[in-house]
């Protein structure tokens, strides 16, 4: 597969942003038979205008029933917040705070850890659950996509158990690496061992989509368009 368009992950990124949309990567993902890339559309931008990309920094919550437990054979049972410390601290430049595993009851993310991502040059945050503090991450201009804003907290409800592993959110698998792309139709899941072909596919689409548009606001029919072009 051609490489012409970009040599280094931040041009990749910044191509996704110019050029591309979830629509468009969906398509493609689609007709190479990866059917089950999107996220629940319950996950959605905090803004409408957010638009997110990156590589995944996956984030493995579960639900927990006390803050602290005295005594359990387990030594996350009494450290606060579990790995979500050093699981911030561990974003790097470019990539997707992205977290699954517990129940959506609770806030997976907020203010502070917002601010900590983007200190770190994180891209911003996907959770399979809610955030909260949002004026706050609004004042932070970094997109998050959740469920939505709830100020229920997760400190005596989940611990963050692991980072950099697999994850999934309703089916779809996330590895450590995976192109994260968001927008207001939803967000989807790149996988890295098919990036390349996704990306280039998606590229000429969503130029070529750019030609029917010109030609039906020039009065084409959608049967015409769709004979010459091959895209509606």
């Known amino acids: 597969m051609n490489t012409k368009y970009w040599n280094t992950d931040k041009e990749l990124f910044d191509i996704i942003r110019k050029e ?8 493609i993902m689609d007709k190479m038979n990866l059917k089950h890339q999107f996220l629940p559309p319950q996950i959605r931008p905090l ?21 602290l437990s005295p005594g359990s054979n387990n030594p996350l049972m009494n450290k606060p917040f579990g790995l979500m410390l050093e699981a911030l601290d561990n974003i790097k430049q470019g990539e997707v705070y992205i977290c699954s595993g517990a129940s959506p009851s609770y806030a997976l993310v907020g203010e502070l850890m ?3 991502i983007k200190m770190c040059g994180g891209a911003g945050a996907v ?13 932070t201009d970094i ?9 229920q907290d997760q400190a ?12 999934e959110m309703n089916g779809v698998r996330i590895i450590p690496g995976d192109i994260i792309i968001g927008d207001i139709d939803g967000v989807c899941v790149v996988p890295q061992n098919h990036e390349q072909e996704i990306i280039v596919r ?4 969503a130029r070529g989509e ?18 010459k072009y091959g895209i509606m």
């Not at 984030?59 to 927990?64: K, M, N, T, W």
């Not at 750019?210 to 004979?227: E, P």
């Open 20 to 27: 591309l949309y979830t629509a468009v990567i969906g398509d």
């Open 114 to 116: 917002m601010t900590r």
């Open 47 to 67: 803004k409408e205008e957010m638009f997110i990309t990156g590589r995944a920094m996956t984030v493995l919550e579960a639900d927990y029933f006390e803050e």
């Open 143 to 151: 997109p998050v996509f959740s469920y939505g804003p709830y100020a």
């Open 202 to 205: 998606a590229l000429e689409k």
């Open 156 to 167: 005596p409800r989940g611990r963050v158990i692991d980072y950099r592993v697999p994850i």
């Open 210 to 227: 750019k030609a029917v548009l010109n030609a039906i606001k020039g009065g084409m029919s959608a049967v015409d368009a769709w004979n």
């Open 127 to 139: 959770v399979n659950g809610y955030s909260r503090d949002t004026l706050g991450i609004y004042k």
